[in-house]
């Protein structure tokens, strides 16, 4: 069953700031990787998506990363700005079957 | 081109009630999913169908029954809600074979159960 983490669950940093946000998985079979952008009271947005053929995928500032070997995704953020805001959860495909990480909740403040 | 649209957004329910949750999507997607997101919990898988007249176990499927009779709907029910069964229930819905494989989500239905 996979199994997937997100650290750290909350993290506040200045505008213009980068930043990386981590996803761990346990099973390596993985199909593909997705990262969604949650706001309070709304549903989940798709970001970006990896096939497990892939290594990473580029979306203007997001750049999100897969290594299956080690079992880790990240998902970098460059010039981070205040409507970054949200929670961020990258989940793991395998076998009809998607898992979620808990998320991590990003503040940026101006 | 509405996306993935659940019905209703807000529902209050007694211990024993039942009720119907509606998920629609206009995308031709095959593949559909019901999940519910509770605090600290993240999104936990409750059925899944993969097209027109199919369903499957999710993670959590105890207390939950659904139908795809149509390749655009896919109905969760709740026979005797219980407690437990208040969360926030997200719809989702993705085609197949490469970027198709994005998973577009409804904005979800909060049930309170008392």
């Known amino acids: 069953k996979q199994e997937v983490t997100q650290i750290p669950a909350a993290l506040s940093v200045p505008e213009g700031e980068n930043l990386v946000l981590n996803c761990s998985f346990t099973?390596?079979?993985?199909?593909?990787l997705q990262w969604f952008r949650q706001d309070p009271g709304k549903g989940l947005t798709s970001l970006l998506l990896?096939?497990?053929?892939?290594r990473e995928q580029t979306s203007g500032r997001l750049n999100a990363s897969l290594d299956k070997s080690s079992g880790r995704s990240t998902l970098y953020i460059a010039a981070s700005q205040p409507g970054d805001s949200a929670t961020y959860l990258c989940?793991?495909?395998?076998?009809?079957?998607?898992?979620f990480g808990a998320g991590t909740r990003l503040t940026v403040k101006p | 081109n509405a996306g993935v649209t659940q019905t209703p957004k807000f529902r209050v329910l007694k211990t024993g009630q039942s009720m119907t949750l509606l998920c629609a999507q206009d995308?031709?997607?095959?593949?559909m999913y019901w999940y519910r997101q509770d605090p600290g919990m993240g999104l936990r898988l409750i059925h899944y169908?993969?097209?027109?007249?199919?369903?499957a176990k999710g993670e959590v499927p105890d207390g939950y029954n659904v139908s795809r009779l149509k390749k655009q709907n896919f109905l969760l029910g709740l026979e005797s809600a219980a407690p437990s069964q208040t969360s926030v229930y997200f719809c989702?819905?993705?085609?197949?074979?490469?970027?198709?494989?994005?998973?577009?989500f409804g904005s979800g239905t909060q049930l309170s159960v008392l």
């Open positions: 989702a819905s993705r085609g197949t074979g490469g970027l198709n494989e994005k998973l577009f």
């Open positions: 099973d390596s079979a993985i199909y593909n």
């Open positions: 990896i096939q497990s053929s892939q």
């Open positions: 989940a793991g495909y395998n076998n009809n079957d998607m898992r």
């Open positions: 995308m031709n997607h095959e593949y």
């Open positions: 169908s993969v097209g027109e007249g199919t369903t």
